[in-house]
């Protein structure tokens, strides 16, 4: 059964902690990706990945790192240098193509709170 | 820059209602198409999808034709359903991507459909 999952569902960080949210794929897909959504808006992208041991910013970067070591997978630390990390994760994944082939499939998202 | 531009919410409608949601965008030549939907709690679901000017894409009862000339792709469904309430996202994908597949989205709108 292919698929995204991210762990854990919920996280809660406290001031000054790192915290690193999961994100694994079965899809056999190149590219990975990771949003942020705040409350009534849209997702924003903080980081993606088209081929393994390479990563490039998105338009909020500052504040998260991430690796890319294996294919499957792509964890987003939440580094205490973001100052509002309050918001719901989402992974997504797609092919690296065009048309049919570029659809972003997205995971389950990650909840995290500030305690 | 890219931009997706869909009305706010949210839309409150009776079971039976005809729904449509309305999407604009602002990109170089022709960019990729996409609506998801993400019910409370959860990821986001690919809805349809249209990759090339005046193809429809449907799914569900829902449907989106890419307009070019209108640089539109507004969502509609002929007999809501309760279960349809949830958030609608409208997004486009580039059609030069120099900075990888990255999806660019509107700020979504509510759905609540009401027995």
């Known amino acids: 059964d292919g698929g995204i999952t991210q762990s854990p569902k919920y996280l809660f960080r406290k001031e000054g902690q790192n915290v690193t949210l999961s994100c694994e794929q079965n899809l056999n897909h190149d590219a990975m990706y990771w949003y942020r959504q705040d409350p009534g808006q849209g997702l924003r992208l903080i980081y993606y990945s088209q081929i393994v041991n390479d990563f490039q910013k998105g338009d909020i970067a500052e504040g998260y790192s991430v690796s890319r070591e294996k294919k499957e997978s792509f964890p987003l630390t939440v580094t205490s240098a973001q100052k509002n990390p309050t918001a719901f994760y989402l992974c997504?994944?797609?092919?690296?193509?065009?048309?049919?082939?570029?659809?972003?499939?997205f995971g389950p998202g990650t909840r995290l709170l500030v305690l | 820059g890219d931009s997706v531009t869909q009305m706010e919410g949210p839309v409150t409608l009776s079971e039976e209602a005809f729904l449509t949601i309305n999407c604009t965008y602002t990109a170089t030549g022709y960019p990729s198409l996409f609506w998801y939907v993400q019910y409370p709690g959860e990821g986001l679901q690919l809805l349809l999808k249209a990759t090339k000017a005046d193809d429809k894409g449907s799914n569900k009862g829902f449907e989106a034709t890419y307009r070019k000339e209108t640089t539109s792709f507004h969502l509609e469904k002929g007999s809501v359903q309760v279960s349809d309430s949830a958030v609608y996202f409208c997004a486009l994908s580039p059609m030069i991507k120099a900075a990888g597949n990255k999806l660019t989205f509107g700020g979504g709108t509510r759905v609540l459909v009401k027995p």
């Open positions: 997504a994944s797609s092919i690296v193509g065009r048309g049919d082939k570029e659809t972003q499939y």
